[in-house]
């Protein structure tokens, strides 16, 4: 990993900002969740997201490319790298690590759906694993796999749209360490202020309700006291695609219940901004 990375974010948005131009883009979803939207057959999509994320002294960048393809109107394969840099201040100082995390393979597959006048309504699942290749170090990559289970509900419309979903992501144990495991539970209200033409720059707003229990780490054997607990983060967020050839989509996740185990850092906020076209 380079050394400048936020040079590196820069350039790689701007880059497919300007790619984005050419080809069309359709993702009307929330960004701190899964929907049941599928690209459509032959459809393939390429998105560029980078998250910034902060909890007491750690600081976490992540840039992920993401290529998906509709191997059939409803289902999609999607495998995706991460480039990670983490920020640790101690009282020693600033510690550092840059490189690339565990690659992710993925399956959606949409197994109801239902037009209606004005709307549409759809139920997906997800499955996914990451691939242990990552820089394994515990914290960029590890050495076993981490598999997620999802389901995810939405009705998206001409005026307002909503998402629901769950998932549940595992850790298998590698060398004697566990992360504890997460169940995500989120909901989501859109809203298009006005309806737009074709070819007229389209905005919608996206207000999440997003639920995360976390359980305790475990290392050899024995649960970490100091790990894990209950959050419940709002996140607003917003979806420019202008022309209907570009999908821009940014957001902020804001704590606003923590319940703690042990002594931790409570978490700060997580940002996300992505650039999203199709070919």
Known sequence: MLRNFGLVLTIMTLLLMS?????????HE???MISPEAPGKGAFDIHTEITHERQGDERRFELEQEFSYGLTRDLAVGFSIPFVREENITPA???VENGIGDPTMRIKWRFWDKDLPGAKYAVASVIQSTIPVGKGDGR???EKPSLLAGLAHGREGLHWYYFVDARYLYHVEDNDTKPGDRLHLDVAYGLRPELRGL??????YFFELNYLHERKARINGFANANSGGDFIFFSPEILISPTNRIMLRGGVQIPILQSLNGQQAPKDFVMKTAVEFRF
């Open 19 to 27: 790619l984005a131009y050419t080809v069309p883009a359709e993702a």
């Open 30 to 32: 929330p960004i701190f």
């Open 93 to 95: 100082g600033q510690n």
């Open 140 to 142: 960029l990559g590890r």
């Open 199 to 204: 070819e007229e720059t389209d905005i919608v």
